[in-house]
Structures are given as C-alpha cells and as structure tokens.
C-alpha cells in the first residue's frame, strides 16, 4: 500500500518551527514601520521648516524679528502640497503645526523651532515633533526620540503657539 501524506509529528514539527519564525519576525518588521514613520514625521518636519523659511526671505513684509520677538508662520499659510499624506493616515493639524523664528543675536543669524501635528482619531490623539530646533532634527538619532505622541494638541510636549512677543505670518 502507497501511503501520501505527513505524519502528525511532522506537522507539529513544522507548525513550531514556522511558529518560531514569526514570533522573530514580527516584531523586526513591526520596529521597521514605526522608524519609517518616525523619520517621516522628521522629514515633513524639516520641510515645513524649509518652507518657511523660503517664505520668509522671499516676503519682505514679514517683520524681521529682534533679540526680543519672533515671527510664527503657521502651517496653514504655506504651500502644503507636499505634505498631505500623513504617516498615520491622519490630517495634520495646520494651526498647531508652526515654525517659529526668532534672532540669535550673539551668533547673527536666524534661528528656526518646528511643531508638526497629526490628529490621529479625530482629534483624540496627536503625534509628531514638538517645538524643536531646527538644528536636531537634522542629527542622526532624530528619529528615535523626537517623535512624540499624546492625548490633544496641548499635551505631550506639544504647545500651543505663545503668541506674547511673537508675530504671526498673517498679522
């Protein structure tokens, strides 16, 4: 008689051995998306800021801040057209998502902070990049711990904009 088939210890064999495998993997791939996201947070962050930026010098009636003011140019007032997908399929939040310029006067140069919001649930949830200098997100390990998720856009770590000695872009 031709017998076809597996044997019962050779299917359990098989079911641990495979079990094992995704009990490893899982998790690796799991780590790999959320970097992915994380780093997608930093790079839409550093081109808010790009954006901003660009904007700023090029309209010469944005008052120039002083040792003592910033500037505020929302999210709202740029050109948005390369931010639209969001990591977590949200929408950015585009009033509490800024950057903020103030003027270094010891060192003579323009410094630039950045919040980017996503709500996440509605507006349940929030993740992002908290007011940050520029100057980090352009470090390395960025993505690992500037990423930052909380309960609303004024938690967490995230502000809203303080407006006092701060002009906004649409002022």
Do not use: H, W
């Not at 780590?31 to 996201?37: A, E, I, P």
């Not at 903020?100 to 919040?115: A, C, F, G, R």
């Not at 100057?135 to 856009?153: D, F, H, R």
């Amino acid at each position: 008689m031709n017998k076809k088939g597996f044997t019962l210890i050779e299917l359990i064999a098989t079911i641990t051995i495979l079990s094992i495998i995704m009990a490893v993997a899982i998790p690796n791939v799991l780590s790999v998306t959320r970097k992915n996201k994380n780093q997608t947070y930093i790079n839409d962050a550093r081109k808010l800021v790009t954006l901003a930026k660009y904007r700023f010098e090029s309209d010469a009636t944005i008052v120039r801040p002083n040792g003592s003011t910033c500037v505020i140019i929302k999210m709202g007032s740029l050109d948005k057209s390369e931010l639209q997908k969001t990591p977590e399929n949200g929408t950015y939040d585009f009033d509490n998502s800024y950057v903020k310029i103030t003027y270094d006067s010891v060192n003579l140069k323009y410094v630039y902070e950045v919040q980017l919001l996503e709500f996440i649930n509605g507006e349940t949830k929030v993740k992002g990049v908290p007011l940050t200098p520029y100057s980090q997100l352009v470090e390395i390990s960025a993505k690992n711990n500037m990423v930052k998720t909380a309960n609303g856009p004024n938690s967490g770590g995230f502000k809203e904009i303080e407006y006092q000695g701060c002009i906004t872009d649409t002022d």
